[in-house]
């Protein structure tokens, strides 16, 4: 139905192989595309680089997002050796424990402004430095959560956050939208994830979605990555702005 062929997507958010980038990542290069990926720092990188290296990718770099030398260095090296970019994911989040575990009216204005600033700026500094690269229309996507519009306990200050997330994706998808450039937020349900995993009671989460969801089971990164890809395609161009469920349906339940 659609192909990627030929078409170039950065990758920013793999930890490991249970990642959603990594979903994200092997399906954007099974329908063809080139990528670039990065790993966060020299601890993560015996983790990603094996990775990277499996799908091919072409670019693999460090990309600390509070480092702006490093997202200019990255961003050179797609210019020079692309000289174009179709796809920017999104797929990283950080809060620091004390604050992601206390309720969010104590939340530190330290970690709140961390949060927010690797969690939702670093997505609107990477969407600008991609712009120059999408002079013939792309696709910016990140990652949210059901958190974002509804409490979901334990999720605490990281709700707050991921609302900033979404409605960051509606403005950018207006402002851009003339150029051509699709933005997106994708929401998947429960997934046992590293990040999700410092999550108070996580666990117990993810029981409880599979079970209520009407499909259910919980979604997998594959099927997040399925998504993503079609996203990304020439087909879906002139979808752009939403946040889009996956997740078996939990989302539709009261």
């Not at 050179?76 to 796809?87: P, S, Y």
């Not at 409490?151 to 991921?162: A, F």
């Not at 929401?187 to 999550?199: D, E, F």
Request: proline share 5%; charged share 20%; glycine share 8%.
């Amino acid at each position: 139905m659609f192909s990627l062929e030929g078409q170039t997507a950065l990758v920013v958010g793999v930890a490991n192989e249970n990642s959603i980038a990594w979903g994200c990542a092997r399906a954007l290069r099974a329908q063809g595309a080139r990528l670039a990926m990065t790993w966060l720092n020299d601890r993560a990188e015996p983790h990603v680089r094996p990775l990277a290296e499996e799908l091919g990718a072409e670019i693999m770099a460090p990309l600390d997002v509070r480092e702006a030398a490093q997202m200019d260095a990255l961003f050179a090296e797609i210019a020079a050796r692309w000289g174009r970019l179709d796809t920017v994911l999104h797929s990283i989040a950080f809060c620091p424990r004390d604050d992601l575990h206390g309720r969010v009216i104590d939340c530190s204005a330290e970690g709140f402004a961390l949060a927010m600033d690797i969690s939702v700026h670093s997505f609107l500094r990477m969407i600008r430095r991609a712009e120059p690269l999408m002079p013939d229309g792309g696709t910016c996507i990140t990652v949210s959560f059901q958190g974002a519009s509804r409490v979901v306990e334990h999720y605490n200050i990281m709700g707050p956050v991921k609302a900033a997330l979404e409605s960051a994706v509606r403005y950018a998808a207006a402002e851009l939208g003339p150029k051509g450039i699709s933005v997106h937020a994708l929401s998947p349900g429960p997934l046992a994830t590293r990040a999700a995993s410092g999550i108070a009671e996580f666990d117990e989460f993810l029981d409880a979605a599979a079970r209520r969801a009407p499909t259910h089971h919980l979604t997998s990164i594959d099927e997040v990555g399925a998504y993503c890809a079609f996203l990304a395609s020439r087909e879906a161009a002139n979808v752009t702005g939403g946040v889009h469920p996956i997740d078996g349906g939990y989302s539709i339940l009261g």
